[in-house]
């Protein structure tokens, strides 16, 4: 339903390059004399304020695919500076980019070259994609991009020399740009930062125009916030701005009624209260009184400390968590409320170099001082700052003769508090320990603004005193190179492969970094490689990130949040030291303690508060690879005798890879296992997509486990594992970790006397290397497994090795070959009885008759074989048989019959995760498709199977690529 304050609210998305004509006064005159400069007539326009779109003075610009998009997007949102080809990688991919990303990456950029230089035909002031050293750069003004616009518009109505009416006219040209949620077409990572972040903008462009309308024009401040307050309903800070304005503009019943609502939305959908701030403008509507809030006036009263520390040098990165301090200063400004920031992080990752950094930075927003004070909630020493002595040193701080500080904790806090009112201030807190430690030192009133560090979640503060929680990561690795740039000059570029393996050694953790970056400028001499290698021997790492003080020792750090666990947590600190994976669940850390899930939940939630722990996605924990080597070594040193966690954790994968690996393809040669050890909890997937989100989940921990596994002389669980993860990796086209956990098993069981497990591990390590176009490789491994199965006299187990032999010679082009061994195969798989190995081996045939012209003989195999598959409800091998069926139709002249079996085996492919088989059949109907003369169709299809073969990092690409070139000829000018 529209509101009545929003009726008026309703306009059309401007050009982000329209002006609002007015006199230029002198304060704007640089930008706009640098903004002249770009102009020229017609512009190429970006808007991300909305789905990604590409408009010239003739209209909207097609594109291309959702990934393209979103490169455009990255690139734009970076606009006129070098976006690294990691980043980009990282921003449109994320965290799991497939090896052939860089690949696929350059195809995007080619095709998006091509748009821009169609799109710049017409245009006064084009756009250029930019090759520059590691990265790419888009060559646009800022006022080309409307989210650039936007922010260059809202800086400007910030400027402190802004008259007011000019203030509101810049803040509603840059409100007047926005068309939805930015990005509104894009998902993943980078894209929902990008929202989160921009939201807070909006929020805050919004309100900072709203309250300079207030006292001039409250009714058109309602309209504005009214279409804020539908966007943002659960926003008290909006919702109690609307109220101040329909309050001015003589609505009061209409602002008490807005109170109802949304105190019954934030109890009905968050299940809390209004906060102060909502609860302050109610009563004072009621009461008659004024609403608007007056402007800070600095206090020309008491001491105006200046305590901060210094700010702390080669400070980098933290660019989200600037943003989101500065949208909490711009919060503040309306001096309603005290706001604080919660930053909470591990130790060593820079909390107090954050909240300093930033401090100094907005130091002149509070002219009447900065208090600092070290809580020493965790401290070499062990003596936690207590609050009596606290607020007895902010109280010295702010100049309060000693003879009027009472001994009472109420009455301190109660002077503390009395003494900051009326005064704008910022106050660190650094080193909390808990909520508990800081609740006293909070002002009562409105105006200061708090930063709070703590190696713990203050989940209380946050919940109590409306804390903003700031959690801060470890940095990333470009923000890691540059650290050690600023410190270490051209040492770093000059060694690139040693720099790299320093900040992988070093996690990325600030503190190690820094220690790291101290002993190489004391040794000026001493090769970057030389202290890689010191990282990289475990007897020798800590020594190299150990500084001549407690503060300077990583161990010692960490021994500090560690000495704070309960007895439970720190044994489980200690055992995810022998956790062979990146990260684990709830099901797999009770299997590594053998405690039941409910006994694990509450120590490995203390591990998450107190940052020893992180849950990086929900319901998966990890923590950094300095963290692991500490518990690693506690472990060690504590538990020797615990060893059955390495055997519990690996009966664990061995036992849920199995399950898994059976919902996915029950026509394997099934495993008989042992019996799990006593307290292993196996997870066992519902169904085919549970088994392959589990292993999507689980995909690094099992390789890593595999490993692991072999590492330890546990040759058994080694080949189990890789053999229970095969199918899972080759369907998702993960080749070269098929190949890595392949070559661990052939390894680790010709250490042990098991025929099948032996046989099973060679021909997984030939079909490996089949996949990967490495014939010759693979065939030794296949021959060695048919020879074992031969000698125990398993006919299935030999079917399945005629089955990948056939494959092998179908590869190579020797069909009469690939028939023999299929026939064989055939053969063998009813001897066994088996239906699903029949129903496979018959598609095989089926298609080596394709390539054999014998057409119609093709097409009666795949009809027998999606008999069988009927029978058991096979979708694996019915996509297969379908892509064959439709190839042959293809053959016979039968376009009609062989688009409907492609359609139909792309949507099985896509239901059962299979992204080779998705390629293959992309690209077979794009030949079908170019068959029937649909040019554009073709193109579209093989674009496709394009994108999935170089993200599978495939051989395949190239003839896909060559079919594609043939149709659409790539530029000569690649990027």
Same mark, same amino acid.
């Given at each position: 339903?529209?509101?009545?304050?929003?009726?008026?609210?309703?306009?059309?998305r401007? /050009?982000?390059?329209?002006?609002?004509?007015?006199s230029?006064?002198?304060?704007?005159?640089?930008?706009?004399?640098?903004?002249?400069?770009?102009?020229?007539g017609?512009?190429?326009?970006f808007?991300l304020?909305?789905?990604v779109?590409?408009?010239?003075?003739?209209?909207?610009?097609?594109?291309?695919?959702?990934?393209?998009?979103?490169v455009?997007?990255v690139?734009?949102?970076?606009?006129?500076?070098?976006?690294?080809?990691?980043?980009?990688?990282?921003?449109?991919?994320?965290?799991?980019?497939?090896g052939?990303?860089?690949?696929?990456?350059?195809?995007?950029?080619?095709?998006?070259?091509?748009?821009?230089?169609?799109?710049?035909?017409?245009?006064?002031?084009?756009?250029?994609?930019?090759?520059?050293?590691?990265?790419?750069?888009l060559?646009?003004?800022?006022?080309?991009?409307?989210?650039?616009?936007?922010?260059?518009?809202?800086?400007?109505?910030?400027?402190?020399?802004?008259?007011?009416?000019?203030?509101?006219?810049?803040?509603?040209?840059?409100?007047?740009?926005?068309?939805?949620?930015?990005?509104?077409d894009?998902?993943?990572?980078?894209?929902?930062?990008?929202?989160?972040?921009?939201s807070?903008?909006?929020?805050?462009?919004?309100?900072?125009?709203?309250?300079?309308?207030?006292?001039?024009?409250?009714?058109?401040?309602?309209?504005?916030?009214?279409?804020?307050a539908?966007r943002?309903?659960?926003?008290?800070?909006?919702?109690?701005?609307?109220?101040?304005?329909?309050?001015?503009?003589?609505?009061?019943?209409?602002?008490?009624?807005?109170?109802?609502?949304?105190?019954?939305?934030?109890?009905?959908?968050?299940?809390?209260?209004?906060?102060a701030?909502?609860?302050?403008?109610?009563r004072r509507?009621?009461?008659?009184?004024?609403v608007?809030?007056?402007?800070?006036?600095?206090?020309?009263?008491?001491?105006?400390?200046?305590?901060?520390?210094?700010?702390?040098?080669?400070?980098?990165?933290?660019?989200?968590?600037?943003?989101?301090?500065?949208?909490?200063l711009?919060?503040?400004?309306?001096?309603t409320?005290?706001?604080v920031?919660?930053?909470?992080?591990t130790?060593g990752?820079?909390?107090?170099?954050?909240?300093?950094?930033?401090?100094?930075?907005?130091?002149?927003?509070?002219?009447?001082?900065?208090?600092?004070?070290?809580?020493?909630?965790?401290?070499?020493?062990?003596?936690?700052?207590?609050?009596?002595?606290a607020?007895?040193?902010?109280?010295?701080?702010?100049?309060v003769?000693?003879?009027?500080?009472p001994?009472?904790?109420?009455?301190?806090?109660?002077?503390?508090?009395?003494?900051?009112?009326?005064?704008?201030?910022?106050?660190v807190?650094?080193?909390?320990?808990?909520?508990?430690?800081?609740?006293?030192?909070?002002?009562?009133?409105?105006g200061?603004?708090?930063?709070?560090?703590?190696?713990?979640?203050?989940?209380?503060?946050?919940?109590?005193?409306?804390?903003?929680?700031?959690?801060?990561?470890l940095?990333?690795?470009?923000?890691?190179?540059?650290?050690?740039?600023?410190r270490?000059?051209?040492?770093?570029?000059?060694?690139?492969e040693?720099?790299?393996?320093?900040v992988?050694?070093?996690?990325?953790?600030?503190?190690?970094?820094?220690?790291?970056?101290?002993?190489?400028?004391?040794?000026?001499?001493?090769?970057?490689?030389?202290?890689?290698?010191?990282?990289?021997?475990t007897?020798?790492?800590?020594?190299?990130?150990?500084?001549?003080?407690?503060?300077?020792?990583?161990?010692?750090?960490? /021994?500090?949040?560690?000495?704070?666990?309960?007895?439970?947590?720190?044994?489980?600190?200690?055992?995810?030291?022998?956790?062979?994976g990146?990260?684990?669940?709830?099901?797999?850390?009770?299997?590594?303690?053998?405690?039941?899930?409910?006994?694990?939940?509450?120590?490995?939630?203390?591990?998450?508060?107190?940052?020893?722990?992180?849950?990086?996605?929900?319901?998966?924990?990890?923590?950094?690879?300095?963290?692991?080597?500490?518990?690693?070594?506690?472990?060690?040193?504590?538990?020797?005798?615990?060893?059955?966690?390495?055997?519990?954790?690996?009966?664990?994968?061995?036992?849920?890879?199995?399950?898994?690996d059976?919902?996915?393809?029950?026509?394997?040669?099934?495993?008989?296992?042992? /019996?799990p050890?006593?307290?292993?909890?196996?997870?066992?997937?519902?169904?085919?997509?549970?088994?392959?989100?589990?292993?999507?989940?689980?995909?690094?921990?099992?390789?890593?486990?595999?490993?692991?596994?072999?590492?330890?002389?546990?040759?058994?669980?080694?080949?189990?594992?890789?053999?229970?993860?095969s199918?899972?990796?080759?369907?998702?086209?993960?080749?070269?970790?098929?190949?890595?956990t392949?070559r661990?098993a052939?390894?680790?069981?010709?250490?042990?006397?098991?025929?099948?497990?032996?046989?099973?591990?060679?021909?997984?390590?030939g079909?490996a290397?089949l996949?990967?176009?490495?014939?010759?490789?693979?065939?030794?491994?296949?021959?060695?497994?048919?020879?074992?199965?031969?000698?125990?006299?398993?006919?299935?187990?030999?079917?399945?090795?005629?089955?990948?032999?056939?494959?092998?010679?179908?590869?190579?082009?020797?069909?009469?070959?690939?028939?023999?061994?299929?026939?064989?195969?055939l053969?063998?798989?009813?001897?066994?009885?088996?239906?699903?190995?029949?129903?496979?081996?018959?598609?095989?045939?089926?298609w080596?008759?394709?390539?054999?012209?014998?057409y119609?003989?093709?097409?009666?195999?795949?009809?027998?074989?999606?008999?069988?598959?009927?029978?058991?409800?096979?979708?694996?091998?019915?996509?297969?048989?379908?892509?064959?069926?439709?190839?042959?139709h293809?053959h016979?002249?039968?376009?009609?019959?062989?688009?409907?079996?492609?359609?139909?085996a792309l949507?099985?492919?896509?239901?059962?995760?299979?992204?080779?088989?998705?390629?293959?059949?992309?690209?077979?109907?794009?030949?079908?498709?170019?068959?029937l003369?649909?040019?554009?169709?073709?193109?579209?299809?093989?674009?496709?199977?394009?994108?999935?073969?170089?993200?599978?990092?495939?051989?395949?690409?190239?003839?896909?690529?060559?079919?594609?070139n043939?149709?659409?000829?790539?530029?000569?000018?690649?990027?």
């Open positions: 339903m529209t509101r009545p304050w929003t009726s008026r609210w309703r306009h059309k401007r /050009s982000p390059l329209r002006r609002v004509e007015h230029v006064p002198a304060w704007e005159v640089r930008w706009r004399s640098v903004n002249a400069a770009h102009c020229g017609t512009a190429v326009e808007r304020l909305g789905p779109e590409l408009h010239t003075s003739a209209g909207p610009v097609k594109l291309g695919t959702p990934r393209e998009r979103h455009v997007a690139l734009a949102a970076e606009a006129g500076r070098t976006v690294p080809i990691g980043t980009l990688i990282d921003r449109v991919w994320g965290p799991d980019a497939p052939g990303a860089p690949a696929t990456l350059r195809v995007y950029l080619a095709h998006i070259r091509k748009v821009l230089d169609k799109a710049n035909s017409d245009a006064g002031r084009p756009a250029a994609l930019v090759r520059r050293p590691g990265g790419y750069l060559d646009v003004a800022a006022d080309q991009v409307d989210l650039c616009r936007f922010r260059v518009l809202v800086a400007r109505a910030r400027d402190p020399g802004c008259p007011e009416h000019r203030r509101a006219e810049l803040l509603r040209e840059a409100l007047d740009l926005v068309a939805g949620e930015p990005l509104a894009l998902s993943g990572e980078w894209a929902d930062r990008v929202r989160q972040a921009w807070r903008e909006h929020v805050e462009a919004a309100l900072g125009c709203a309250r300079v309308l207030l006292g001039s024009d409250p009714g058109a401040a309602v309209v504005l916030l009214g279409g804020l539908d943002y309903p659960l926003n008290e800070s909006v919702a109690a701005a609307l109220m101040r304005a329909l309050h001015a503009a003589g609505r009061s019943a209409e602002a008490l009624q807005l109170y109802a609502d949304v105190r019954d939305r934030l109890a009905d959908q968050l299940g809390i209260d209004p906060g701030e909502l609860q302050d403008v109610h509507i009621l009461r008659g009184e004024p608007i809030p007056p402007r800070p006036v600095p206090s020309a009263a008491g001491a105006v400390p200046a305590q901060l520390p210094a700010d702390p040098p080669g400070f980098v990165g933290r660019t989200e968590h600037l943003d989101g301090l500065d949208a909490l711009a919060a503040a400004a309306d001096r409320t005290t706001r920031a919660a930053i909470d992080g130790a990752v820079g909390k107090t170099a954050l909240a300093l950094h930033w401090a100094h930075r907005v130091a002149d927003r509070f002219p009447d001082g900065q208090l600092y004070l070290n809580l020493r909630g965790f401290d070499p020493g062990g003596q936690v700052t207590d609050p009596v002595r607020v007895r040193l902010l109280l010295d701080a702010l100049g003769p000693p003879r009027q500080i001994t009472d904790l109420d009455a301190q806090t109660a002077l503390y508090r009395s003494v900051v009112t009326g005064r704008r201030m910022l106050i807190l650094d080193n909390a320990r808990d909520s508990v430690q800081v609740e006293p030192l909070l002002p009562g009133a409105p200061c603004l708090v930063l709070v560090t703590s190696r713990n979640r203050l989940t209380s503060l946050v919940a109590t005193a409306g804390a903003q929680p700031l959690p801060v990561e940095l990333t690795d470009a923000e890691a190179r540059q650290l050690l740039s600023r270490l000059g051209d040492r770093v570029a000059a060694e690139p040693a720099t790299e393996e320093i992988v050694r070093c996690a990325r953790l600030p503190l190690a970094l820094t220690l790291v970056a101290a002993h190489a400028a004391l040794r000026p001499r001493t090769r970057l490689a030389v202290l890689a290698e010191q990282l990289r021997d007897q020798h790492r800590w020594q190299t990130l150990t500084g001549d003080s407690p503060t300077a020792d990583v161990r010692t750090v960490f /021994s500090w949040s560690y000495r704070a666990l309960t007895a439970d947590a720190a044994r489980l600190f200690r055992l995810l030291g022998r956790h062979p990146p990260d684990l669940t709830v099901p797999a850390a009770a299997s590594l303690t053998a405690w039941p899930p409910a006994a694990v939940r509450p120590p490995l939630a203390e591990l998450t508060r107190a940052n020893l722990v992180v849950e990086h996605v929900p319901g998966r924990y990890t923590l950094h690879d300095l963290l692991r080597a500490y518990a690693a070594d506690l472990s060690t040193t504590t538990d020797p005798s615990d060893g059955e966690a390495t055997g519990r954790i690996l009966d664990h994968y061995v036992h849920s890879a199995h399950a898994a059976n919902m996915l393809y029950p026509a394997e040669d099934p495993l008989v296992l042992a /019996s050890r006593p307290g292993v909890v196996p997870e066992t997937p519902a169904d085919n997509a549970a088994a392959l989100d589990w292993f999507t989940a689980e995909h690094a921990v099992l390789v890593a486990a595999v490993e692991h596994a072999a590492a330890n002389g546990l040759a058994v669980p080694a080949w189990q594992l890789a053999g229970n993860l199918i899972y990796l080759h369907r998702r086209g993960h080749w070269h970790d098929w190949l890595r392949a661990v052939v390894d680790a069981t010709a250490q042990t006397d098991e025929p099948i497990g032996q046989a099973l591990a060679n021909r997984n390590l079909r290397y996949r990967l176009g490495r014939f010759d490789e693979g065939e030794p491994y296949l021959s060695r497994a048919l020879e074992l199965t031969t000698r125990v006299g398993e006919p299935v187990a030999q079917a399945h090795v005629h089955s990948v032999l056939s494959y092998l010679w179908q590869r190579r082009g020797q069909y009469p070959q690939a028939v023999a061994h299929a026939e064989n195969a053969r063998l798989f009813r001897v066994g009885g088996h239906l699903r190995g029949q129903a496979d081996i018959l598609n095989q045939i089926a080596c008759q394709t390539e054999l012209g014998d119609p003989q093709a097409v009666s195999c795949c009809q027998q074989a999606l008999a069988l598959n009927q029978q058991f409800g096979d979708p694996h091998g019915r996509a297969a048989t379908l892509d064959t069926l439709g190839y042959a293809s016979l002249g039968e376009h009609g019959p062989a688009l409907a079996c492609y359609t139909q949507a099985l492919a896509a239901d059962i995760g299979n992204r080779y088989y998705e390629a293959e059949v992309h690209s077979h109907l794009g030949d079908a498709h170019r068959a003369g649909d040019t554009a169709a073709a193109l579209e299809a093989y674009r496709r199977a394009l994108a999935i073969f170089e993200d599978l990092d495939h051989p395949d690409a190239g003839s896909v690529r060559a079919k594609l043939e149709l659409e000829p790539v530029p000569t000018d690649q990027p």
